[in-house]
């Protein structure tokens, strides 16, 4: 059992449009681009993200999509369940038919791991990856100016 790219992919997409959506509409190409992930494959996604009513369209010049809730109040459970991911450790799908049409020893086990997933998955709110994602780093500031400072430095010498 694991988690497909499907998933993978919605949760990443929907970090980058609720990083991004405090400048307005966020486009799918954009997201395409910085994630790389296909735009057509996008579109499919954010056609059942819309249908779960986790993200809106603006249509016309300047459109794009938007976060149809608060950050802290999509989980990644959510994103996961409406892209169709299934989250299923068992054999059988849940139906207790996976031994000649009986339930397995190891039901209740694999059971029991599909709840406590969902639990984490839900307990994990889009708003906290994306305040992890979007620190910002205060020695940035300083490495680009100590590079910017050894750029000249080395042209200078060099015309020297």
Request: proline fraction near 3%; charge should be positive.
């Amino acid at each position: 059992m694991r988690l497909t790219t499907k998933g993978r992919f919605a949760v990443t997409a929907m970090i980058d449009l609720a990083a991004r959506e405090v400048d307005g509409p966020v486009t799918l190409a954009g997201i395409a681009e910085r994630q790389r992930i296909s735009l057509s494959y996008l579109e499919q996604l954010f056609g059942k993200l819309r249908r779960y009513k986790l993200v809106s369209s603006v249509r016309g010049p300047g459109g794009g999509y938007r976060l149809a809730r608060k950050v802290d109040d999509i989980t990644v459970a959510d994103i996961i369940i409406a892209v169709d991911e299934p989250l299923d450790a068992t054999q059988c799908g849940g139906k207790e038919n996976c031994h000649d049409e009986h339930r397995c020893m190891t039901h209740d086990l694999w059971a029991n791991l599909n709840k406590r997933m969902y639990e984490y998955l839900d307990s994990v709110s889009l708003g906290a990856l994306v305040r992890q994602q979007v620190k910002p780093d205060p020695n940035m500031s300083v490495l680009k100016d100590v590079r910017r400072r050894a750029t000249i430095s080395l042209r200078q010498s060099v015309t020297a």
